[in-house]
């Protein structure tokens, strides 16, 4: 039998072989792409650079805010070998229990991963990648650790930067940093795990134009994730950049100075250029160290401190705290009963002590005798004027109309509502209207005699710091202001839009004058409240404020510009459980004024006795 | 001096240059998968492509050893060196385990690996016992040596283990079938046991790897296009996989009668197009069968086959090696990325792991894209199909026997090597002859070459 013809069956074979190959080679290689992107995604990484946060800059040029550089220790499971656990531990300065309870918070954090195929569920940990095993590390730390990471293989630093606050002043307005939520990195593309975010302050407000522009590079990395080389030769790369700086309108100086002054104390200062609208300073006392909640490791250990501290370091006070103005408000009380033409700057109106408590020896006759006394007689007439027009015969009825005009003004001042600044998280304090108090007692069933409390800023009426300052910033003014803000410039950028818009309020300009005079008087002249706050190169106007407190001691509040002739600071002061404004409130605020203005104090014993001063019933913190 | 005017005018040089091309285009792709820049000199020993530059030296020194010696010795001394491989196949169980196998004897780099002469020496005494026999009277005890030939050594390479060599063996299977041995008196011993049965022939017996070969390659074939399902316009059904492979078994069989019509005998005609309708019918029910066959099976098995194919993806898991090879194979594109250039095979970023040694094809591919590997396949089938022309040629059935030995394991290693890398077969680790690098196959390939073109160029001498 002769076999020979099967050669052919197995050429056939061969061929059929070799050719089924070539089709599924060129199948593979030239028709389809999935392979193409399958090895794109092997081999090319797509590495992001976050740019340092840009820098702030108060507004005489001081760095305030700026960048430090930090380490993460790193650990790629795959590379430890030998790890001699003990020694390691002793090294990081931990137990080996917690280095054993780090590695398993490392893999666990990474969470798992299900298949949609097969429904598998596998650990996303990979052993090949490198997870930061201890975040943030000082220069100091890590360099008594790096010098012996050779000893152990697996573990290496890493450069990272973080925010440093070379002043410790402006704590609640700067705001700090945190890791991005998962919630955020789905909202927006820009943030990865692990990146951080402005969560309050101005870190929060101008988050975007600090974060700035993150770089890409391609690169070609090996199954181990190293860079190999960088893709297309850095053809689509793009270079990580930087955001121009932020300047604040703020006096770093000044603002530590306030802080200073406000040591032992629970209270507010808050000081505007009143031309621009810019925030000087905004004291929140008691504050705290800006560089406590730099970094997840600063977080974790000092915010839980901070938040259970009694005396609330936290709590933005010239932004959130809402107090009754007490007499600042007669400022407000004066220009709007001018403007209405419900009394002239002469009118008088007896120190009737019946009405309401008054201090003795004034009789104001006229509108600045009646700041400069600050009478409060004087004010509940002036208030039933404005309120009980006699535009209509039910007096009920009548006071609905006045009051809702009140309210109009007040809003004009910036009074009731939102200051919309550029630090998010405002109260809008409180200035009542028709509707609030019908829900009190009723529709129409209220006149100014319910209500009178108001017309000496007690009772129902409510202000921020901010809106105090504020105040003082129209009146300097004379009857516009500004939406007072924190940012100067954004780069070569100035200030957002619309703190570019003046506000007018509905008080004429002509109506200040007396008012200012009043102001004036209160400061410089014998029978004024705020005597202590007189400075013999400085003309200062001002305005006291004792507010009854039924909780405790009165607070002592005291708004003020300077100098009288073309303002430069407008400023409230509001220190809580205090007494008189014109003991506390008026000299801090004098001397925030003067070390403005001349940059220097020249009554040391004035500074002495307020730096030393404890005040407010602060509680002592236990540690 | 007559011997080496014999040599240069007796030598085939179509062979011997494919040869030396592998040889060339081999360590160029080891040199370039494992290049770094540190040590550039192609024989930096540190590297791999340093060691297989001194592989390749010995093995052409081998060759020239081969060259010099008489080519009787092999006929005559088949049997010795046949149980002389058996014996280091003995030895190297004792051997420690390298990568989980005890596959190597020697110390690090310059062990080798008894499995890769083995086949040597199996093909020498197959072709020795098979030439010997008598074809027309095969026995239960002459099929059982022949196959005892083969499986001694492979029982020995299962228990290393070495998944790839022991399949490699089975290439010997389509070199008996050439020969005419038969499985017959095997399964006529079983079958006749049956009462009523009376057979003297089957024809399963004597086809049976053709058989299983065509039964596999459809198979495999109608699975992989099983979840191709095209809606062509013009066409009122959907053609699914198996349609693919039926319609194509028709255009072959037209092909084939055709060719039949023109060139074959008058009495091949009716009987070829007859097999080749019978086959068509067998292929075309065989495909559908299959079809619906996976369609019916329960989900988890659909997965394990539709994995095993490639046609399901687990990339970091099961399927990783494969995933990461085919990536790189299909990331060369038409033209490649040129030499030097691979991105994802290359040993230092390590995605393909192996890729100096069982995926070298996937360095080549993603350097020289389908250019490239279209010639390597081409070269390939050349260097094959010369062979069996070589062996046909043989005045001795020894000779010839060799021949197609050599031809179907190198056949193997093509087909698995290639085939694993382009998701056709399943990953076991062999070698690609000529390219991969190590000493153990580079040597035991080049002489199995070398013995063949020394046997061919004697070819005359011979007188049966």
Redesign the interface.
Known sequence: ?N??A??Y???F??????F???I???Y???I?D???L???????KRKEITPARAVIFDRNGMKIVSNRTYFNLMMVEDKIKNLDTAAFATLIGWTVEEVRNRFKEIVDGEGRYK?P??GKR?ANYQKIRAYPFIKELTLEEVSKIAPHLENFPGFYEEVTSMRNYPYLGGANILGYLSEVTREEVDADQFYKPGNNIGRSGIERFYEKDLRGRKGVKYV?????NNT?ESYASGKFDTIAKQAEPLKLGMDMLIQAYGEKLLQNKKGSIVAIEPSSGEILAMVSAPSFDPNLLVGRRNIRMNYPKLVLDPNMPLFPRPLQAEYPPGSIFKLVQSLIALQEGVITPNSSFPCDKSLVGCHPGHHASNISEAVQFSCNPYYYAVMRRIIQQKLRKNSNIDAELGLNKWHKYMSSFGLGKVLETDVSGQRPGVIPNSKYYDKWYGHHQWAFSTIRSISIGQGEVKLTPLQMANIAAIIANKGWYYTPHFVKSIGSKGPLSNFKIRKKTMVGIKHFEPVIEGMRRVVNENGGTARSARLDEIVICGKTGTVQNPHGQDHSVFIAFAPKNNPKIAIAVFIENAGFGGTWAAPIASLVIEKYLNRKIKDKDKEKRIIEAKLSNLKEIPE | MRKEENLISYLDWPLFISFLLMLIMGLATVYSVAYTPEDPSLFDLDKQYGKQSIWIGISLFLGLLVFLIDSDIYRKFAFPIYLSTLLLLVIVLFMPAINGARAWIGIGSMGIQPAEFSKIASSLLLAKYISELSLKQQTIASVSRAIAIILVPMILILLQPDAGTFVVFTSFLFVMYREGLTFDPLILSIINKVPGFRFKYTWVGSHFIPILFVILFLSILTLLLQQEETDFYFLPFKVSGSMYVIFSLIILSIIGIAFIRQFGSKRDRSRVSAVILLGLVLGGGLSYTVDAGFGSLAPHQKDRIELFLGLREDPNGKDYNRNRAMAAVGSGGFFGKGYNKASVSSVESNHVPESETDFIFCPFAEEWGFIGTLFLVALYLFMLIRIIFIAERQRSSFNRIYAYCVAMILFYHFAINIGMSIGFAPVIGIPLPFFSYGGSSMMSFSIMIFILLKLDSQRKDVLS
């Open positions: 039998m076999f020979d099967r050669r069956v197995l050429i074979f061969i061929a059929i072989v070799g089924s190959y070539i599924r080679i060129f593979m290689q030239v389809d999935k392979w193409k399958r090895a794109q995604q092997i081999a090319e298949n195929n097969t596998t070609v990395t090996s199954a181990l190999i």
